[in-house]
């Protein structure tokens, strides 16, 4: 091809890119000569398409009407079947639990439910950090000391209900944040400032009350002190010592596994009464699973948390065994003679706070004194 100008047939100048396009690349002429005939009716003709006269219908949906009633009546029939196994299960735990409590006097239901949120309270104050188990030790000696003071004075003892929260205040708070050696100090305080405060009430009052009347209303006011906020101070002084909180958590747990060793022997097996004048649901089958648990409690807590000897862990729970089996039968023994049954009611399968506390409550003083006995044992 050539760069000369060149015109079209209708006249016009061809361009170079046109002149281009009319020759082929070894510049043969872009002519018909330079292809060979096409017959167009050398071409085969398309296959048909297959028929779909025979072919099924494809359904309007993804089931057919049959199908999907069939589906559904099976799936209605599960559910019921479902549904008629859970209420089987719920009358028969609603049955135990009415047996439970008709040979208890607890709500087994409630008071799991209960213990396991005060269980979660009480572990998170001490795993975390053991300063927010101050607070929670204070409201519970405050609630306890409230609940003692309205059972005394419901069954005709003279109890100042302010004066006592005041002094309990005191006392548990100075056990945590003083030297230990004023505990017994403020004890001493604490207890002064009830009697003298009953005393002045008396005075006061002039109603005739006898002079034994009066008398046991001054002891029963500082036995309140000690009972309540002194041994709640005491589970304080233990916490603040160099890994205290395992050692309090570790008492408490001991304490209800015992508890709870006793309360489900005795509900399996009871038949010999223990204290029939004092507790005549408390079994020696009962206190037999207390011994089992108490031990197991106490041989794993001390490996594992307390990293004690197995021998220390056996002494850890006899030791609490025996403290929580004489607190509990020692509240047993006040209550009847108070003619109540529980210290209040606002614990539902619980009864009150003290209900759960009888066992733990004394049991501060052997974990106290174990601490300082046998720290130098440590498995280090």
Not at 96 to 102: D, G, P
Not at 241 to 264: C, N, R
Not at 290 to 306: E, M, N, R, T, Y
Request: net charge negative; aromatic share 10%; charged share 20%.
């Amino acid at each position: 091809m050539t760069d000369e100008k060149r015109e079209a047939d209708d006249g016009r100048p061809v361009t170079r890119r046109e002149a281009r396009d009319d020759t082929l690349p070894d510049g043969v002429p872009l002519a018909d000569e330079a292809f060979p005939s096409f017959d167009a009716e050398a071409i085969p003709p398309r296959p048909p398409l297959p028929s779909s006269a025979g072919a099924p219908a494809l359904a309007a949906g993804p089931l057919d009407t049959a199908d999907h009633n069939a589906i559904r009546e099976q799936w209605r029939a599960a559910r019921d079947e479902l549904g008629t196994h859970v209420s089987h299960a719920r009358d028969q735990i609603d049955q135990a639990n009415e047996r439970i409590k008709e040979r208890t006097g607890r709500d087994l239901v409630l008071a799991i439910l209960i213990g396991l949120a005060f269980g979660a309270a009480l572990l998170g104050s001490l795993l975390f950090i053991k300063a927010l188990f101050v607070p929670f030790a204070l409201a519970a000696a405050l609630l306890g000391v409230y609940e003692l003071s309205r059972a005394l004075r419901a069954s005709g003892r003279r109890v100042d209900v302010v004066p006592q929260l005041i002094a309990a205040a005191f006392l548990v708070l100075s056990a945590y944040f003083a030297e230990p050696w004023l505990s017994w100090v403020m004890l001493f305080v604490a207890v002064a400032f009830v009697i003298v405060w009953r005393l002045i009430a008396q005075m006061v009052a002039k109603d005739g009350r006898t002079y034994g009347d009066v008398l046991g209303d001054a002891v029963i006011s500082g036995f309140v002190q000690v009972y309540v906020p002194f041994l709640a101070g005491v589970a304080l002084i233990l916490l603040e010592q160099e890994g205290g909180q395992w050692w309090v958590l570790s008492f408490i747990a001991i304490a209800v596994a015992a508890d709870t060793g006793a309360y489900a022997a005795g509900l399996a097996f009871g038949r010999h009464p223990m204290a029939p004048k004092i507790s005549p649901k408390k079994t020696w089958e009962g206190f037999g699973g207390a011994v089992v648990a108490s031990l197991i409690a106490g041989v794993l807590l001390a490996i594992f948390l307390l990293e004690l000897p197995w021998w220390a862990g056996l002494i850890f729970g006899v030791s609490i065994l025996l403290s929580a089996t004489l607190g509990d039968l020692g509240e047993s023994m006040l209550k009847r003679d108070l003619g109540i049954k529980d210290m209040s009611s606002w614990l539902p399968g619980h009864g009150g706070l003290l209900d759960r506390l009888d066992s733990i409550l004394p049991s501060t003083i052997p974990a106290l004194c174990l601490y300082f006995l046998l720290s130098p044992w440590v498995v280090l």
